[in-house]
């Protein structure tokens, strides 16, 4: 059992890697592919199933998808466009739950409005995956891949909060909606707390403990599980929790962490990512098949209930259209009132469709639809409409991430975006931020004189070339093994400078002011090494 199972993984690693290879070949998104593929294996007849106990698959895939995510989303494009990510991370979410609930209960003969509102919760929330694969092949404005992304994140909580009210309802059969407001109150503040009180307490163990780079990078693949089940424990949002304590982690990590961890871990939690995504895609038409059983035990048509699919897909598209459209008119009449004349582009028609053609469900639709109970907890009854559920989840996924994501590229591509002027040219971006980080450097260096002779040439040496403001691209590494400590001590020094660079110019691209942190730890690591 244990070796068909290690075979079953490896077959799906190594299927997950070959057709990424052929998505790139062919610039179609990997995530598409995987569905894909899955669907057809599924269908082979006598293959052998392995299904995942329906408590585990949020506990597998969450907390780790949302943590790599948050670990690199941009703060200070957030800032920016806090309005837009919020309305579309919780109103738009709502908005979609209560459209597909109404929808379904029209539409479905006997179907409940909490089982109804179960079904929008759990397809109410997009996948940022497969639009940020896609996204690879063609620029964009980082504006547009912000608002997907963190949207996204957000809204994973969102959806899960109205999915546990509506598995309550169906449940018990009730709903208190006072009591359900102060729930919600409690599961994002408590949420937020309970992931930003865990990685304080990370951050004080890394720096108490003589800890190593593998260490490091385990308790940061560890983190996030502890963050969803705490929060899950207190009866607060486990999302919440890891999306709130990646974000502090990404943002405080060059407090804390060396070079070496922050350059392996990233190249750790990127393939980790990409595993558990790939994993989870397959799963998503390797389960079909299954799904398709139950709904016939049920003596339901599969023509009509893929009907009803359709047809609430088509709906989940057309809502997030219209928020879409009414929050690019709403940002038009706010810059009219306020005179806005510098940001002339707010949610301008161009962003407006590329965010409405990102919302493709995948990842957390699926792992909620499965982790839906067989039966109900208290009565011990099978749980109602439970496959039906399920094979509207998958219908909707499927629609939304084959139509949409297979077009997506070229709507991309046919799109045209004005010149935003979020940012500074990148090129003239890093001459200010060279400049800034020689002018620090020359201080500091003026600050910190040379204790031995040793360290005096060295010191010589790095102000001629920051007076160079860092024009030419040569190595600054000491050759001295003595001298070592005085520029470890400086390149963080210069990190911490980084930021505070980006705190005080919002028109320069963090990612760009993280490009230049990485140079410093490869730097670094190249004088470990000499």
């Not at 994973?156 to 009210?165: E, G, H, P, R, T």
């Not at 059969?173 to 009591?179: E, N, P, R, S, Y």
């Not at 990078?217 to 963050?227: D, E, K």
């Not at 109970?373 to 084959?402: C, D, K, Q, S, W």
Request: aromatic content about 10%; charged content about 20%.
């Amino acid at each position: 059992m244990i070796e068909n199972f290690a075979i079953y993984v490896i077959t799906m690693i190594v299927v997950i890697s070959l057709l990424t290879m052929v998505g790139n070949k062919l610039k179609i998104a990997y995530p598409v592919l995987l569905v894909l593929f899955g669907l057809a294996v599924g269908l082979i007849p006598g293959l052998t199933k392995i299904t995942l106990d329906s408590e585990l698959i949020l506990i597998i895939f969450l907390p780790p998808l949302l943590y790599e995510s948050a670990m690199s989303v941009s703060v200070k494009e957030m800032q920016q466009w806090w309005r837009v990510i919020l309305s579309f991370s919780f109103l738009l979410v709502f908005l979609t739950a209560l459209s597909v609930a109404l929808l379904a209960v029209w539409l479905i003969p006997g179907l409940s409005l909490s089982t109804g509102f179960l079904l929008g919760g759990i397809v109410s929330s997009t996948d940022a995956v497969s639009a940020n694969v896609i996204m690879k092949y063609v620029k964009v404005p980082s504006r547009v891949s912000t608002i997907i992304e963190t949207e996204s994140m957000l809204n994973d909580a969102s959806s899960l909060i109205v999915f546990s009210f509506a598995l309550m309802a169906v449940a018990t059969g009730t709903f208190d909606l006072g009591q359900a407001s102060l729930s919600f109150l409690w599961m994002v503040l408590g949420g937020t707390g309970v992931g930003l009180l865990v990685t304080v307490i990370f951050i004080q163990l890394m720096k108490w403990l003589p800890v190593d780079t593998k260490v490091s990078i385990v308790l940061s693949l560890i983190a996030p599980y502890i963050m969803y089940l705490i929060g899950d424990a207190v009866g607060a949002s486990g999302v919440l929790a890891v999306v709130s304590g990646g974000m502090m982690l990404g943002y405080s990590n060059v407090k804390f962490l060396d070079s070496e961890t922050r350059i392996e871990g990233l190249n750790v939690w990127r393939n980790y990512a990409y595993l558990l995504n790939g994993f989870a895609f397959l799963l998503i038409g390797l389960d079909l098949p299954e799904v398709v059983s139950g709904i016939k035990e049920e003596g339901l048509s599969i023509e009509t209930v893929t009907l009803w699919g359709l047809i609430l897909s088509a709906a989940v598209i057309v809502v997030r259209l219209g928020a879409s459209l009414a929050t690019m008119v709403l940002a038009a009449l706010r810059r009219k009132i306020e005179g806005d004349r510098k940001h002339r582009y707010l949610f301008d028609l161009p962003t407006c469709l590329i965010v409405r053609w990102s919302g493709m469900r995948g990842v957390l639709a699926l792992a909620a639809a499965l982790s839906i109970p067989m039966v109900v907890e208290a009565t011990g009854t099978p749980f109602p409409h439970r496959n039906l559920v399920l094979y509207l989840t998958f219908i909707i996924i499927l629609v939304t991430l084959l139509l949409q994501g297979s077009t997506l590229p070229a709507v991309l591509k046919r799109v045209k975006f004005p010149n935003y002027m979020d940012h500074i040219p990148e090129e003239k971006a890093r001459v200010l931020i060279q400049r800034e980080l020689a002018e620090y450097s020359l201080e500091y260096i003026q600050r910190h004189p040379a204790t031995t002779d040793e360290e005096q040439v060295l010191v010589e040496y790095l102000t001629e070339y920051w007076k160079d403001e860092l024009k030419q691209e040569k190595s600054i590494l000491p050759t001295k093994e003595e001298n070592k400590n005085y520029f470890y001590h400086l390149c963080q020094k210069q990190r911490m400078h980084l930021y505070r660079i980006n705190r005080r110019h919002p028109e320069i691209d963090e990612g760009l002011i993280r490009l230049f942190v990485r140079r410093l730890d490869l730097e670094e690591e190249r004088l470990k090494n000499e």
